[in-house]
T-cell receptor
């Protein structure tokens, strides 16, 4: 069975602070893919990033960065110099061929960035 | 280009009624997924189509739920004898193909908020 755990239910920060959203996953497959999606108040899920299980290289995209560590089964997401527009619910998700191609989502982390 | 569209955006119905939710995927996307998102939760998988056929319907909660995709494009999720516990946001997603399997990014629609009174 696949499982994604996002232990942080809600995080509040002040604008310009850095914030890290945690994600821990479980799967028996050796080939799998990890995703982060953003769900702003409008409700539509927006794709942010995908990593495969063979690529542990960290990635940076503007103010966003991702730290993938297979040894701890974690795929954490950091926002540097947060902005009010970053306020949203962020979901970590997992897929694998053994899991039937569907996405297994965590319960999400509500990020609130205040002035 | 156009993204995934879903209609209606909101649906209010009474317990015991039948409802249909429609999903129009991105043109050319052969894979289509339905998810259900309850308040405060992440989306939960319901069913996945590759072309016209349901490749995986393991997430459908019971036989009151059914989905079709007769021409390999638009899909309809059908719920019979609705119950209050069916109230949720129903999300549809599509991806370019299942050839890449679980690798392919899924593009989500805005969802249909179903309320069963």
């Amino acid at each position: 069975a696949q499982k994604v755990t996002q232990a942080q239910t809600e995080i509040s920060v002040v604008e310009k602070e850095d914030v890290t959203l945690d994600c821990v996953y479980e799967t028996r497959d050796t080939t799998y893919y990890l995703f982060w999606y953003k769900q702003p108040p409008s409700g539509e899920l927006v794709f942010l990033i995908r990593r495969n299980s063979f690529d542990e290289q960290n990635e940076i995209s503007g103010r966003y960065s991702w730290n993938f560590q297979k040894s701890t089964s974690s795929f954490n997401f950091t926002i540097t110099a947060s902005q009010v527009v970053d306020s949203a619910v962020y979901f970590c998700a997992l897929s694998s061929a053994g899991g039937g191609n569907k996405l297994t989502f965590g319960t999400g982390t509500q990020l609130k960035v205040e002035l | 280009g156009a993204g995934v569209s879903q209609t209606p955006s909101n649906k209010v119905t009474e317990k015991g009624k039948y409802v249909e939710l429609r999903c129009d995927p991105i043109s050319g996307h052969t894979a289509l997924y339905w998810y259900r998102q309850s308040l405060g939760q992440g989306p939960e998988f319901l069913i996945y189509f590759q072309g016209t056929g349901a490749a995986d319907d393991s997430g459908l909660p019971n036989d009151r739920f059914f989905a079709v995709r007769p021409e390999g494009s638009v899909s309809t999720l059908k719920i019979q004898r609705t119950e209050r516990g069916d109230s949720a946001v129903y999300l549809c997603a599509s991806s370019i193909s299942s050839g890449g399997g679980p690798y392919n990014e899924q593009f989500f629609g805005p969802g249909t908020r179903l309320t069963v009174l």
